[in-house]
Nanobody, 115 residues
Framework: QVQLVESGGGLVQAGGSLRLSCAASTTIFDINAMGWYRQAPGKERERVADITSGGGTHYADSVKGRFTISRDNAKTAVYLQMNSLKAEDTAVYFC?????????WGQGTQVTVSS
C-alpha cells in the first residue's frame, strides 16, 4: 500500500526558508508525477508545484522564483525548497503522488510564516 510521509514544516519569519520532504514507504514505479499542494483556512486546496515523470516542473505564479521542487526517483521522494517566505504562504502543505493506479496524498505538514 502506498504511504507518503511528509516532514520539514514549522514556524518561520517572513523572508526565511524551509525545506519540505515527502517520501514513499517503498520504491514505487509507474509514477506520472509528484507535487505539492497547500490549503489555507477557508480556501480551496491549490497546486503549488509539481514535477512530471519526464522531469518537467510547474509552479503556481504566486511561488515562482521563490520555491523549487525536486525529486529523488530512487527513494520515490519529492522536496520543496521554499525561500523568501511570505505570510500568505501560511498553509497546510500536502504531498501528492499521481500514480497509474490512482492519486495519493500525504497527511499534510503545517507551514506558518510570521510577518
Amino acid at each position: 500500500q502506498v504511504q507518503l510521509v511528509e516532514s520539514g514544516g514549522g514556524l518561520v519569519q517572513a523572508g526565511g526558508s524551509l525545506r519540505l520532504s515527502c517520501a514513499a514507504s517503498t520504491t514505487i514505479f509507474d509514477i506520472n508525477a509528484m507535487g505539492w499542494y497547500r490549503q489555507a483556512p477557508g480556501k480551496e486546496r491549490e497546486r503549488v508545484a509539481d514535477i512530471t515523470s519526464g522531469g518537467g516542473t510547474h509552479y503556481a505564479d504566486s511561488v515562482k522564483g521563490r520555491f523549487t521542487i525536486s525529486r529523488d526517483n530512487a527513494k520515490t521522494a519529492v522536496y520543496l525548497q521554499m525561500n523568501s517566505l511570505k505570510a500568505e504562504d501560511t498553509a497546510v502543505y500536502f504531498c501528492n503522488l499521481n500514480h497509474v493506479s490512482g492519486i495519493y496524498w500525504g497527511q499534510g505538514t503545517q507551514v506558518t510564516v510570521s510577518s
